[in-house]
């Protein structure tokens, strides 16, 4: 009865945690990644620090060089997407093209004319100008909103890395003396585990660009450069940034006047760079520094689209892997610790071990 009571509370504990971060999330979003971009910074604002700059010029220069490292990566695709703007009107009537297609299949198929399909649509489509002006305003809203948390991110960073040490001492009073030098290696292994994890995922980017970016090039797709650099982008944003990119760049590939060969094409490239990513990048790359069990990488990153939406399922990893190394580190919270980890993380991750399987004890 007292572990069930114990793991009860903890249930309790886990649920009210949810809620709240639901109904703060304006507040903890950009909040959240500002920390993580303060653990993902802070190697640069200590080696400035180190060459003879103060704090305040250190931690300025590191986002200074993180927001020319992306503002460069926009001019790139803005660069990419003037070219692609020049074929719209060729990729606008080539999907026409394939919307009526596919209006006959509906018609040979289920006796549905193209009138009948075009009253359903117009039905569907009622109070178009309402509907028009509000999705206007919706995405004026949203521009704006994501202007002002992106300031605001940037101005959490700012403080995160600024007042590291500070909020570093904090947490150890929070804790009894003995208890100290634990605290101390869990914040170390957090950052630790963050910076690696992000390094990690920015260095496979890169590669999948290269990759993808000579896959599409092969198979004949027009602007191939964009739409590696879009995959790329998207993996940011497990399992589905991924699936995502290969939609948009078969369904452009389509309107670009491809045939079945180009689209086959794009599916056969998605399907090797997914194969090279999964058992050769992760494990060389990003490495086993987050070691989450796969269902529990696939489960928080559900939970988190649920609570925070897209930055939640951008952050939930990261965040994950920060709570299992407190888990790891305190005494009652391992299990939990052990449950979330991978199983037999310390075995070889070779290609060979991955595709044969394991040991026969398993």
């Known amino acids: 009865m007292p572990y069930l009571s114990r793991t009860l509370r903890i249930l309790t504990l886990f649920l009210l945690s949810v809620v709240l971060l639901y109904l703060a999330a304006p507040v903890l979003i950009p909040l959240t990644f500002g920390a993580v971009l303060a653990m993902l910074l802070i190697p640069v604002s200590r080696w400035l620090e180190n060459k003879g700059l103060n704090r305040v010029l250190s931690s300025f220069l590191s986002i200074f060089f993180f927001l ?145 970016g000579i896959g599409f090039s092969i198979v004949g797709i027009k602007n191939a450069v964009f739409f590696a650099i879009l995959c790329g982008i998207l993996e940011i944003v497990p399992f589905a940034g991924n699936i995502t990119g290969t939609a948009i760049t078969v369904l452009i590939a389509l309107g670009q006047g491809g045939n079945s060969n180009l689209v086959v094409g794009v599916l056969i490239t998605y399907a090797i760079v997914q194969f090279v990513q999964t058992y050769v990048l992760e494990p060389l790359v990003v490495g086993n520094q987050v070691n989450i069990n796969p269902l529990f990488t696939i489960l928080i990153i559900v939970v988190g689209e649920a609570v925070w939406g897209i930055a939640g399922m951008v952050l939930a990893i990261p965040v994950l892997g920060m709570f299992k190394v407190m888990c790891d580190y305190i005494e009652p919270l391992k299990p939990y610790g052990y449950l979330i980890g991978a199983q037999n993380a310390k075995e070889d991750k070779s290609i060979f071990k991955k595709l044969f399987g394991g040991s026969a004890d398993d």
């Open 68 to 212: 020319i490292l992306v503002a460069a990566l926009v001019a790139l695709l803005q660069w990419q997407i003037g070219d692609l703007v020049k074929d719209f009107s060729k990729i606008e009537a080539q999907l026409r093209s394939l919307l009526g297609q596919v209006k006959d299949y509906v018609y040979e198929k289920f006796g549905v004319s193209g009138r009948q399909q075009q009253q359903i649509l117009q039905e569907q489509q009622s109070g178009g100008m309402e509907k028009a002006a509000g999705i206007a305003l919706s995405t004026l809203t949203s521009f704006f909103g994501l202007v002002v948390d992106t300031v605001l991110v940037m101005v959490y960073v700012f403080l995160f890395i600024y007042f590291r040490s500070h909020f570093k001492n904090f947490v150890l009073r929070l804790v009894a003396v003995e208890n100290r030098l634990t605290a101390e290696k869990i914040i170390y292994r957090s950052t630790r585990v963050t910076q690696q994890y992000l390094t990690g995922l920015g260095m496979m980017i890169v590669l999948l660009w290269v990759m993808y």
